[in-house]
């Protein structure tokens, strides 16, 4: 399985942006790239998605590198509700449903 | 809307009992998968599901196990608990296996074992 390496934790004030960067040098061509978090003493919850090009939902936005060998997800506006690990998973487009895990990136956000 | 449902919440076992750990999902998913989450690590995968009659071990599958009689139901079996199987257990649910589809967790199953 293709790895991901995430710094381990980032600090970010309140009503700013966030850049969280992940890298993935050994990604195929057909992983998708996916960004799940977990707020304390929650379940993991979706965020974002993507394959090549960049991507923007409600939550936040994906970019991807052009060679695909990094991704950043972006926060627009950090709330103190963001804080919490965030994870950046490759999933194989056949055969993908073995999310792996690593250890994330803990946001913290300062009010 | 219900998603992923999980029960109990939270359980106190002594050594040698079992239990079975529910899972329920009301978005008619095919692929369901349970983790486990040990403190300050990341998630590792149990067992998981691709449709009902079919279940596949994941990295951690020694003492636990699985069957999915229904598409809604993906109950984990401890059969004899240890200390070490002391975690949270999440079970998730997602439309099908593609690493395209999204994954939803439920809210955890905190373990302890005495």
């Known amino acids: 399985d293709a790895k991901t390496t995430q710094p381990n934790s980032m600090e970010s004030n309140e009503e700013e942006p966030v850049h969280l960067p992940c890298n993935h040098s050994?990604?195929?061509?057909?992983?998708?790239i996916h960004w799940y978090r977990q707020l304390p003493s929650q379940g993991p919850e979706y965020v974002i998605h993507?394959?090549?090009s960049n991507v923007n939902n409600r939550m936040a936005s994906l970019a991807i590198a052009e060679d695909r060998k990094s991704s950043t997800l972006i926060l627009h506006r950090a709330t103190l509700r963001d804080a919490a690990v965030y994870y950046c998973?490759?999933?194989?487009?056949?055969?993908?449903?073995?999310?792996?895990f690593g250890a994330g990136t803990i946001l913290r956000v300062k009010s | 809307n219900a998603g992923v449902t999980q029960t109990p919440k939270f359980q106190v076992l002594k050594t040698g009992q079992s239990m079975t750990l529910q899972c329920a999902q009301d978005m008619n998913h095919e692929y369901m998968s349970w983790y486990r989450q040990d403190p300050g690590m990341g998630l590792r995968l149990i067992h998981y599901s691709v449709g009902a009659g079919i279940t596949d071990q994941g990295e951690v599958p020694n003492g636990y196990n699985v069957s999915r009689s229904t598409t809604e139901d993906f109950p984990l079996r401890l059969l004899s608990a240890a200390p070490s199987q002391t975690s949270v257990y999440f079970c998730a649910s997602g439309r099908s296996e593609s690493g395209k589809n999204i994954q939803y967790f439920g809210a955890g199953t905190r373990l302890s074992v005495l």
């Open positions: 993507g394959l090549t």
């Open positions: 998973i490759l999933r194989p487009m056949e055969y993908g449903n073995k999310l792996v």
């Open positions: 050994t990604i195929s061509g057909t992983d998708y």
